[in-house]
């Protein structure tokens, strides 16, 4: 009797599904951003990656190069010293915007006055264009810096960090942080307030410090956060563009270009093929932090 | 933004003599205060900068210290700017490709959320979904210089051009928080207003699309951020310099302003000042949608 039931109605939903037609106009919500997206973001990945295996320079005839591209980057030293810039800035960048934010988050969620006008404050950098902000901080670095050196008879604050091939890269981290600790900020700031505040009461009758409290309540309990955060940072910072053209331009020399910088050199260098190989393999690296990003965000979808 | 440096100043000096006068229980950690003040001029120092460099003559502003009130006073910079960067033409274009791209942004990903959600026993609306999301794994250099030959080609090298790139890189981040809150409503609410006779059309535009109202808030603040802020994406795609944007126009013109930094700053000024103003006057929902939107996405 059972049994038969269940193979009733089982067969009924069945039925009643494919029975179900889908409105017509949700397929007319759906084509304008199917199509859109896949003429403007799929067509032109798929036409890249296929001209990475050519030798087109952009216009004109082209033929099949195999991997020759691929082979000749590996071997490329502008290629590997863009690599070695972009992911040695994003690492310091990542490093040094958590610590800070995490750190400003800290104080503005403990009792501080002008609470809401500081944070009001804090966040005024994420609104503002990198490239004009790269540029307010390019006068300071190569005219009001050495200046101030100058009259205070610094040597070493005389010259601009930004002609120092060695140095150049730190001018690059501190506008990049400036800009980027606004939104790293604000998440911490709601992950501190996500912690229950009794977890704190009850340390304290414990006898727990204030810096006991932040290690190993405050640190453990906001993980998930600082994981996103430095994800996120991390795969941003990786594009890095707008802020390094307008402070060095790639320079001095090619001391400061990132690998979205040699890309771009494609369009103009006459070298398209090539610079899509390296794009190709610019993905892979993106899709692979993207992997380690689900991987360790999962499980933490409380959040 | 001078109302922001007096709360700062007006903030240190009476940092002594408060604590004794609060008769509240809870102790103010001020020396934390006076720390997060002191972090607060780093912020705020540029800004002042650029401010102060723009009402400065040209002979001043060459002068090296940036860090000078202006004397005298000097609206110069902001003329020559003006008139050098043709700066209407470059607002008028900023504002329609940020405008496009929060519209667009909005709706379709509004549009193709609802139809995903809705059909999400459907194989096709289901594996739609997981496509628009994948570009989340895609940074724009890594489709950059196809999509510059792609544009030039079918006459897309223009602002329009940009609001669609721009609309499809917002689409995957829009459309996951989109779904996530359309699964929250409850579908009986729907159904009651079906019941009543409304088709799927008036349905989203009467009912769904209201709801939608805080996540679609998010969504535009950042696609208003990434499209009034963006350099390297119109500066790639649109190939006409008279009809390039404002952040791509202080590039432009770097090699003309040469040593002229009043011009120079006043130019600055005037792209950013915009954004910051609309942030002054949105500040909850622009810091409420960021952290929405980040931590959900």
Redesign the interface.
């Known amino acids: 009797m059972s049994t038969t039931t269940t193979i009733v109605t089982g067969g009924d939903t069945r039925a009643r ?1 494919s029975a179900r037609r ?2 017509p ?3 007319l ?2 084509l ?3 199509i ?2 896949t003429l ?2 799929t ?3 798929v ?2 990656i296929f ?1 990475s295996f050519t030798d087109s320079i ?1 216009i004109g005839e082209w033929s099949f190069v195999g991997l020759t591209n691929y082979i000749a980057l590996f071997s490329d030293p502008a290629i590997l010293q863009s690599y070695l810039f972009t992911f040695g800035f994003s690492i310091v960048t990542v490093i040094a915007v958590n610590v800070i934010a995490f750190l ?1 988050a800290v ?2 969620t ?5 609470k809401t ?17 790269a ?3 390019n ?2 670095f190569s ?2 810096i ?2 101030a050196g100058s009259a205070l008879g610094v040597p070493w604050l005389e010259t601009s960090l930004l002609a120092n091939p060695d140095l150049a890269w730190v001018a690059i981290v501190i506008v990049t942080a ?1 800009q980027a600790i606004p ?1 790293t900020l ?2 911490y ?2 992950g501190l307030l996500s912690v229950p505040g009794d977890v704190y009461e009850a340390a304290d009758l414990d006898g727990a410090s204030k810096v006991q409290q932040l290690f190993r309540i405050t640190v453990p309990l906001v993980a998930g ?1 600082v994981v ?1 955060n430095v994800i ?1 940072g991390f ?1 941003g910072f ?2 890095a ?2 802020i390094i ?2 402070l060095t331009g790639g320079g001095p020399g090619t001391a400061t270009r990132s ?2 910088m040699t ?2 050199t ?2 103009n260098g006459g070298d ?1 093929a090539y ?2 190989a390296n ?2 393999i ?2 892979v690296v ?2 692979l932090i ?1 992997l380690l990003q689900l991987s360790l965000t999962r499980g933490r979808n409380a ?1 | 933004m001078s109302t ?1 440096t007096l ?2 100043t007006q ?1 240190v000096t009476t940092t002594g003599a ?1 604590p004794a006068k609060r008769p509240r229980m ?5 020396s ?2 006076v ?3 002191l ?2 001029v ?3 120092l ?2 002042y ?2 401010i102060s ?1 723009a009402f400065k003559t040209t002979g001043q502003a060459v002068d ?4 000078s009130l202006p004397a005298p006073f000097s609206l110069d910079g902001f003329v020559q700017a003006w008139n050098l960067t043709k700066f209407p033409v470059g607002a008028a274009i900023s504002l329609l490709v940020t405008a496009g791209t929060v519209i667009c942004t909005i709706v ?2 509004a ?2 959320s ?3 959600v ?2 999400w ?2 194989r096709l ?1 289901r594996y ?1 979904f997981f ?2 999301l994948a ?16 544009t030039g080609r079918v006459g897309l090298d223009n602002p329009v051009g940009v609001i ?2 721009a ?3 917002q ?1 995957s981040f829009s ?1 996951l928080l989109f779904t996530a809150f359309l699964r929250s409503i409850p579908i009986e609410l729907e159904e009651s207003a079906r019941i009543d006779g409304a ?3 008036q349905t ?1 535009w009467k009912l769904i699309f209201p709801l939608l109202a805080p996540m679609s808030a998010t969504v535009g603040i950042f696609a208003f ?1 990434y499209a ?5 994406m119109p500066s ?1 795609i649109i190939s006409d310099p008279a009809l390039q944007t ?2 791509v126009r ?2 432009l013109f ?1 090699t003309q302003f040469s040593n002229n ?1 009043n011009v ?2 006043a130019s ?1 000024l005037m ?2 000042a915009p ?2 103003v ?3 006057f949105t ?1 909850r929902w ?2 409420e949608g ?2 929405q939107g ?2 959900k996405g």
């Open positions: 599904r889908v409105e106009i949700y397929y919500f759906l304008p951003s199917l859109l997206f403007a973001i067509v032109p990945g036409v890249g001209f952009g400003l104080g503005l403990s009792r501080i006055r002008f006008g500081l944070r009001a404050i804090f966040v005024i950098p994420m609104v503002i264009s990198g490239i004009i902000i540029y307010v901080f006068f300071l005219n009001s050495p200046a400036w939104g604000l998440i700031i709601a956060y996103i996120l795969k990786l594009n563009y707008d053209v307008g690998i979205a890309i771009i494609g369009f398209y610079q899509m794009a190709t610019f993905f993106a899709i993207s959040l | 922001q709360l700062t903030a408060r809870e102790r103010v950690n001020w934390g205060t720390i997060l003040i972090c607060a780093t912020v705020l540029p800004l900068v650029t460099m090296g210290n940036a860090f379709l990903a549009f193709a609802y139809a995903i809705r059909n026993d459907r609306f739609s496509y628009l570009a989340m794994f895609i940074p724009f250099p890594v489709v950059a210089l196809p999509q510059i030959q792609l669609i790139l609309t499809m890189f689409l459309v088709t799927t059309w989203f951020l009034w802020n963006d350099f390297m790639l404002l952040p202080q590039n770097q930094y120079s700053f600055y792209a950013m954004a910051i609309a942030y002054l500040q622009v810091m960021v952290t980040a931590v």
